[in-house]
């Protein structure tokens, strides 16, 4: 069986500022034609790390090590990388053909070898008859099309992707990321990808690297992530959850029959959860009062507030908004939707 190498590593990369520890000895492996997404909240070091593949930020130690050259300490325009930013960068002076022509110059490509590029450049990316064009004359997803297309006309060994669909609208965002996925899998480009929002990550990426406070918690598919989340943060940051602590499985620390095979802390997804009017009989069923219920259009979302205070969240069918509020209703759940969270045991 043949090893691909991978195409980007990090090895013990970490960056201080101080006393203050951004990264902290981050280890990661990108294969060829994947795209990695950095995924966790603001200030976790997503873009610290993002910037220090870059060339923008220098690291505390580590390497980093491209297509198996150390580009630790190389500068950002010799480091065969292509970055989009969050607010584009486009030079405003700049027609589009000039914008994404601008890193083929500064390469020293011949001119005609470069028109051929940007003209290629524009029909994939769909903007003939805007080359002409200022980035002010174009609309936002426009622009994030024209960073793009400067980032991969220089034929880059590692793309990097620091939120750029946060500035657009929500209909936008989805119809672009969607795009850019087809595109990055089409040229098979390797992509490393920052963002903080969870959806966006589980739609386009091929694995997803949690982190909190500087720390990589975990490196899994957005269905492993998901479905067996390595740490109580994941478990919280990836999805919805329900937590219970339970020291012999059958009882919450609160007092709810859980019925699980044995003491941790359990997670228990939303839409795990079903909602009827019958008594709560046995472990995987406690009865509460319904709270709030919100529509959700393919679905609903409700919650159940239990005897001893606690908020349950349950999400289903467009159905369950039928519910209303004040209504008794008992929570069932079996033992297989509930799942271990090793970290915390």
């Not at 969870?198 to 909190?212: G, L, P, T, W």
């Not at 009827?276 to 919650?303: I, K, R």
């Amino acid at each position: 069986m043949t090893t691909v190498s991978p195409e980007l590593v990090l090895e013990g990369l970490a960056r201080r500022y101080g006393s203050t520890t951004a990264v902290a000895r981050m280890d990661l492996a990108v294969k060829p034609g994947e795209l990695v997404a950095l995924l966790g909240p603001s200030g976790c070091g997503k873009t610290t790390t993002l910037r220090m593949v870059a060339g923008f930020v220098e690291p505390s130690e580590g390497r980093i090590l491209l297509r198996g050259r150390d580009i630790t300490t190389m500068p950002p325009h010799k480091r065969d990388t292509g970055m989009v930013f969050q607010s584009y960068a486009l030079f405003p002076h700049l027609t589009v053909a000039e914008n994404i022509a601008f890193g083929l110059q500064r390469r020293g490509v011949p001119k005609p070898e470069a028109a051929e590029r940007v003209a290629r450049m524009v029909a994939l990316l769909q903007l003939q008859g805007l080359e002409k064009r200022l980035p002010k004359q174009l609309s936002g997803g426009q622009q994030q099309r024209v960073a793009v297309g400067r980032a991969l006309v220089i034929n880059p060994a590692v793309v990097l992707l620091d939120e750029p669909f946060s500035n657009l609208d929500a209909l936008l965002r989805e119809g672009t990321r969607i795009e850019l996925r087809r595109l990055q899998t089409e040229l098979g480009l390797t992509t490393l990808f920052v963002t903080h929002d969870q959806a966006e990550a589980m739609a386009i990426s091929d694995r997803i690297a949690v982190m909190n406070k500087g720390r990589l918690e975990q490196l899994g598919t957005p269905r492993e992530v998901y479905d067996r989340p390595a740490t109580r943060f994941v478990a919280s940051f990836i999805g919805r959850a329900n937590l219970f602590v339970s020291t012999d499985g059958q009882h919450s620390e609160d007092g709810i029959a859980l019925g699980a095979p044995g003491p941790g802390t359990w997670l228990l997804r939303p839409e795990k959860i079903a909602l009827d009017a019958a008594p709560a009989a046995g472990p995987g069923s406690v009865a509460g009062t319904v709270e709030v219920v919100s529509f959700l259009g393919t679905g609903a979302q409700a919650v159940l507030r239990l005897p001893g205070g606690r908020a349950l969240l349950v999400e289903g069918p467009a159905a369950l908004a039928d519910l209303r509020p004040g209504a008794p209703a008992t929570a069932r759940w079996t033992r297989p939707d509930l799942t271990l969270i090793p970290g915390e045991n």
